[in-house]
C-alpha cells in the first residue's frame, strides 16, 4: 500500500511527527477471510477447476495455465457468502499510524512501515505500507547547496526607497521571525547571512541567507509618476557605478565593430572573389 503525506516546507525543514489515518482491508471477523457462512466449513470445490485453482488449456502441443478466475486460485469458492463483507473476505478498517520525519527532509522521502499494508489472504502476513512524503514548496523559502552544507534561502523583497536609503526590516526564518537593518545602498543580489537560523544539523544549526530583490511597483499613480520622473533628472550616472560600467563595455564594443568593419568587408570580398573562381574551374 501507498500513502501520500503532504508537509509545509517548515516542519520538513525542523522535523515533526504526523499522524496519518487511512482505510486498510482486514480478514473479515465474521467468515475469517474465507467469505464464506460458516468460514471454512462453508466452502466447496471450486466446479471451474476442480479444486486446482487453475484453468489448463491446449494449444496444439503447448498447454497453458492460469488462475482460476471463478475461486481466485485457492480452488474452494463459498456455498454461502458471508453478509459482512458480501464473500470478498475483507472488510476496510479505519487505522492511524504516527509517522516521524526527521529534519532536514527537504527534498521528501519514503518510508517503508512494515506489516502496515493489506493483509495476505485467508491468514498470509500483511504487506508493508510506504509513505511518501512530499513537501509543499514555499514563497519565500529556499535551499541552496554550499561547501559547509545545505543553506536555508530567505527572498526578501524590498523597495527602491527601502534599498537606497536603508531600512530595518523583519524577515520570517524556520522558528520565528527577527528584525534586521538592511544598509543604505543595498544592490538587489545582496545576500546577508544569519548565524544559527537555518536548517538543523549535527552540533546545531546552520545558516540561512538573506537574499535581496528589488521590487518594482506594477502600477503608478500620476503622483508617483511625477516624482519618478524628477527623481530620475535628479540623479547622475555617478550613483550608478555598475551602470556606468556597463554603458562603457557597450560603447567599447561598438567603437570595436566600427574598426573592423573594413576588415569584415575586405575578407567578404576575398571569399566571394574565391568562390567565383571555383565556380568557373568547375565549369571548365
Known sequence: MRYTLE??????ALGCE???VFERPEDCKSCLGTGAEGAAAGLTTCTRCNGEGVIRKKAGFLMSRRECMGCG???QVPRVRCVVCEGAGLVDKERRYTVRI?????GGSTQRLPREGAPGRRGGPSGDLHVIVRV???AFYGREATRDG???VVDLPLTFVEAALGAEVEVPVLDGRLRMRVPPGTQSGAVFRLRGKGFPRAGGRGDA???VSLETPAAVSDEARALLTRLGAALDDSEFPRRRAFRAVVEGAGATTEAEAPRAQAARAQADH????NDRDGDR
Open 18 to 20: 504526523k499522524t496519518i
Open 73 to 75: 486460485g485457492t480452488g
Open 7 to 12: 508537509i509545509d516546507f517548515e516542519e520538513a
Open 209 to 211: 541567507h538573506v537574499r
Open 274 to 277: 574565391a568562390q567565383a573562381t
Open 102 to 106: 526527521p529534519p532536514g527532509s527537504i
Open 136 to 138: 509543499r514548496p514555499h
Open 150 to 152: 545545505e543553506v536555508l
